[in-house]
């Protein structure tokens, strides 16, 4: 019964995945989703209380499914500076594809309205991003990383990866960003990074 349960929440997602990325949270209602799914609101509702909480279970999933491997590569034992590259190239890829530009523009449409700013914030940006920091600390406490705030290193990597891009497709300046181009960025963000925070083995 339980797997049906979770199958039946799953088919939700899946169904109002689409509505909320292309027409936003505001125009996607719930009885379009419910039609779609084929059963009530009612139907809906026993399975998320709000239709606030069905789009941040949207969001935090489609966002998992996108950056997860990147988050992945953090633990796979390789030299720093290989992890780092996979970690950022992979993470610029996923920063600047549509469905991450549907999902930022979505939450920031919303997030001075609802809760679900904080809550992506909390349950998706900062809980990731803490894998990078602990990352970070394992290097510091390996001498292989100056001493420093591993979060603080982590949000100074972020800024360097969002730095020219993230605003360009937000605002639709460029409609796509070139393997090419990522890689080179991610190569001059990376050179600063580990000029200043690594320690030369």
């Not at 019964?1 to 209602?29: C, V, W």
């Not at 500076?81 to 610029?92: A, G, H, N, R």
């Amino acid at each position: 019964m339980r797997k049906k349960s979770d199958e039946k929440r799953q088919s939700i997602i899946d169904i109002a995945t689409p509505l909320f990325l292309k027409n936003g949270y505001s125009a996607t209602s719930i009885s379009e989703i419910a039609r779609l799914v084929g059963g009530s609101k009612a139907t809906l509702y026993g399975y998320f209380p709000s239709k606030e909480d069905l789009f941040l279970e949207v969001i935090l999933q489609s966002a998992e499914k996108m950056a997860g491997k990147s988050f992945d590569y953090l633990e796979e034992g390789l030299p720093p500076e290989e992890t780092l590259y996979k970690f950022s190239f992979d993470m610029l890829k996923f920063i600047t594809s549509p469905t991450m530009t549907d999902i930022a523009r979505c939450v920031i449409a919303e997030a001075h309205k609802t809760s679900v700013g904080k809550e992506v914030y909390e349950q998706g940006i900062r809980k990731n991003w803490l894998r990078v920091s602990a990352f970070f600390e394992q290097l510091i406490k390996e001498k292989k990383m100056r001493e420093c705030d591993p979060w603080l290193a982590a949000m100074h990597l972020k800024g360097l990866l969002e730095g020219e891009y993230k605003d360009m497709r937000l605002l639709s300046v460029k409609a796509k960003i070139s393997d090419e181009n990522i890689r080179t960025y991610v190569e001059k963000a990376l050179c600063f990074f580990c000029g200043y925070y690594f320690i030369e083995q």
